[in-house]
């Protein structure tokens, strides 16, 4: 079946410029997380979201960030007033988890979204 | 809170011999550990995770990783390696009271030469 896909797959925005990525789950899944990966670095958490409610946003690096899910489907993550410490790959990950478990389901990444903030 | 640290930038290996790739942890409770893969310009790919139980974990590609508890650590490994598994590894963690995305290290660069 399909993965996880995203879009655009390569994103170029001027300084202070908003942009929106989107993330289209495994058909199913109903947990959606959101990474950054920096340069040379690891996978940053995000936020994550069981269906279209975010209990955890504990990730976000600040309030320029923010995200939504469309029930357990697509979801956009918004970056108002880039800076250029925002250029990374941006991942999504899904899985079936269910609410109220599962600390061990496998999530399944998309290709990513690069973004590069001159 | 919890940490993960590849303690190796990069693992060079000659195709055929075996590698391990290594991982230690810190976690509240009893951890849940996942390896990945990523390939150039690519998401990232599940290998294998630990969850419970048998301590040596088999997965994807021929992969496996043990895991020790007294030592902290997850390393991953295979007997024979080939050059197509060039690439980076990341592993990573969850435990209880963590936030409920996964906690990843650096990665590692694994270079497998002919």
């Known amino acids: 079946g399909a993965g996880v896909s995203q879009s655009p797959s390569n994103k170029v925005t001027e300084k202070g410029k908003d942009v929106e990525l989107r993330c289209d789950p495994i058909s199913g899944h109903t947990a959606l997380y959101w990474y950054r990966q920096r340069l040379g670095q690891g996978l940053e958490f995000l936020i994550y979201?069981?269906?279209?409610?975010?209990?955890?946003k504990s990730g976000l690096p600040s309030d320029r960030f923010s995200a939504e899910r469309t029930g357990e489907s697509v979801s956009t993550l918004t970056i108002q007033r880039t800076q250029q410490e925002d250029s990374a790959v941006y991942l999504c990950?899904?899985?079936?988890?269910?609410?109220?478990?599962?600390?061990?389901?496998?999530?399944?990444f998309g290709p990513g979204t690069r973004l590069t903030v001159l | 809170a919890q940490s993960v640290a590849q303690p190796e930038d990069q693992v060079n290996v000659a195709e055929g011999n075996p590698l391990t790739v290594k991982c230690t942890y810190s976690v509240s409770g009893n951890p849940y550990l996942f390896w990945y893969v990523q390939y150039p310009n690519r998401g990232l790919q599940f290998l294998l995770k630990?969850?419970?139980?048998?301590?040596l974990v088999k997965g994807s590609y021929g992969f496996e990783a043990e895991f020790n508890k007294s030592q902290t650590s997850f390393h991953l490994k295979k007997p024979s390696a080939l050059v197509s598994d060039s690439a980076l590894y990341f592993c990573?963690?969850?435990?209880?009271?963590?936030?409920?995305?996964?906690?990843f290290g650096k990665g590692t660069h694994l270079i497998i030469q002919p």
């Open positions: 630990y969850i419970t139980g048998d301590n």
């Open positions: 990950a899904s899985s079936p988890r269910r609410s109220g478990g599962a600390l061990t389901d496998t999530q399944y």
């Open positions: 990573a963690v969850r435990g209880l009271g963590g936030a409920d995305g996964l906690t």
């Open positions: 979201f069981q269906g279209n409610s975010a209990p955890d």
